[in-house]
């Protein structure tokens, strides 16, 4: 059974910094690509980034250039988010997914997602 | 970059057909994704590449996509299909590739 869990979120200043982790099981994770996605309260959801399966290509939503860092250890079935510089527009549930293989680009399976609120 | 456009709402009675737009342009030259999500829980895939539906969605779930416009039908609509509806395609038109996702459809059972 393909799972998808997130951790790190919390709560932390304007300014601030936080890395999510995201533990993949019940697939070989060193073969897919993945994303991660956020939705601020009462919002939709928002591509973030997204890396492949070797970190050869990696992709940015233009909110996040610069501040976030996508990053993944194949041996520790594990894929990160690195926040820094964190701003209150980046308060929101932030959703790990895998990308399936085959060229089209989509999410068939999501984690629970972790929650980050930037507040003074 | 590329904009989805979906209607904020949607209603339909049920046992009748919903149809959920999602505007962009020439958006039939790209594959589109559909996905559910209920109230706090994680989006669920429920059409892909434009019309595939991936295992354990009923076939009451279908898409179509052409010209400027994709469009998740759900016939038969039943009161657990009440849900938020997003549509999604991956833009590698420009030199800035990238995910994008539409605004989001609340689809009401009356």
Known sequence: ?120 | SYVLTQPPSVSVAPGQTARITCGGNNIGSKSVHWYQQKPGQAPVLVVYDDSDRPSGIPERFSGSNSGNTATLTISRVEAGDEADYYCQVWDSSSDHPGGVFGGGTKLTVL
């Open chain 1, 1 to 120: 059974e393909v799972q998808l869990v997130e951790s790190g979120g919390g709560l932390v200043k304007p300014g601030g910094s936080l890395r999510l982790s995201c533990a993949a099981s019940g697939f070989t994770f060193s073969s897919y690509s993945m994303n991660w996605v956020r939705q601020a309260p009462g919002k939709g959801l928002e591509w973030v980034s997204s890396i492949s399966s070797s970190s050869s290509y990696i992709y940015y939503a233009d909110s996040v250039k610069g501040r976030f860092t996508i990053s993944r250890d194949n041996a520790k079935n594990s894929l990160y988010l690195q926040m820094n510089s964190l701003r209150a527009e980046d308060t929101a549930v932030y959703y790990c997914a895998r990308v399936p293989r085959g060229g089209s680009y989509y999410n068939d399976y999501w984690g629970q997602g972790t929650l980050v609120t930037v507040s003074s």
